[in-house]
């Protein structure tokens, strides 16, 4: 059973970088077909995709982010991470890492949905 | 970018009642990337149904999903209380967004 944590500070001062960090436990964030997602919800508010790191290590960010967001991986300790510069309050909000896994098969790739996702951390950008 | 409009914003019924929920795209989706989930207050959001209709794993069958192109349907049949949560859809596409929610409440 996969599992996702995550952690890093709760607060950010305005202007600066915000850094989360991804534990996953029960597989491999190399297995293939897995795509290793960070998702953000604004307070009482909806659903914004950020991005991914894939199993072979390429990314691919949400496009009114990009200018502004990284997730990378540490293969040996089964982590992926985010990374979100020059922050704003508009950047408060929940902060979840998310597996999204896919099926191939003869070449076509089907999505399986977000799943599992984890619990999720605050992040509040404030002086 | 597809967005994805939900109706409607809320929907209140009773137990042993039928809930059926809409999701509209902007743009054809297909239907292998429409996928649903449950949200409770507090917790991260559960994956319900991938693939226009199908069930994830431990989701009863009284949930189901329906439609294609751009006119996508969430039922869910026999309401429980434990069914009271926000709903979202989601389409993959270049770049994956999620419709804004429909508020389920039960009386």
């Known amino acids: 059973q996969v599992q996702l944590q995550e952690s890093g500070p709760g607060l950010v001062k305005p202007s600066q970088t915000l850094s989360l960090t991804c534990t996953v436990s029960g597989g491999s964030i190399t297995s293939d077909n897995d795509y290793w997602t960070w998702i953000r919800q604004h307070p009482g508010k909806g659903l914004e995709w950020i991005g991914f790191?894939?199993?072979?290590?390429?990314?691919y960010y949400n496009p009114s982010l990009k200018s502004r967001v990284t997730i990378s991986a540490d293969t040996s300790k089964n982590q992926f991470s985010l990374k979100l510069d020059s922050v704003t309050a508009a950047d408060t909000a929940v902060y979840y890492c998310?597996?999204?896994?896919?099926?191939?098969?003869?070449?076509?790739?089907?999505?399986?949905?977000?799943?599992?996702w984890g619990l999720g951390t605050l992040v509040t950008v404030s002086s | 970018e597809i967005e994805l409009t939900q109706s409607p914003d809320t929907l209140s019924l009773s137990p042993g009642e039928r809930a059926t929920l809409s999701c509209r795209a902007s743009r054809t989706v297909k239907n292998i990337y429409l996928s649903w989930y449950q949200q409770k207050p507090g917790q991260a959001p559960r994956l319900l149904i991938y693939g226009a209709s199908n069930r994830a794993s431990g989701i009863p069958d009284r949930i189901s999903g329906g439609g294609s192109g751009t006119d996508f349907t969430l039922s869910i049949n026999r309401l429980e209380p434990e069914d009271s949560a926000v709903y979202y859809c989601?389409?993959?596409?270049?770049?994956?967004?999620f419709g804004g929610g429909t508020k389920v409440e039960i009386k």
């Open positions: 989601q389409q993959y596409g270049s770049s994956p967004t």
């Open positions: 790191i894939s199993y072979t290590g390429s990314t």
């Open positions: 998310v597996r999204d896994s896919r099926t191939s098969i003869s070449g076509v790739v089907t999505p399986n949905g977000f799943d599992p």
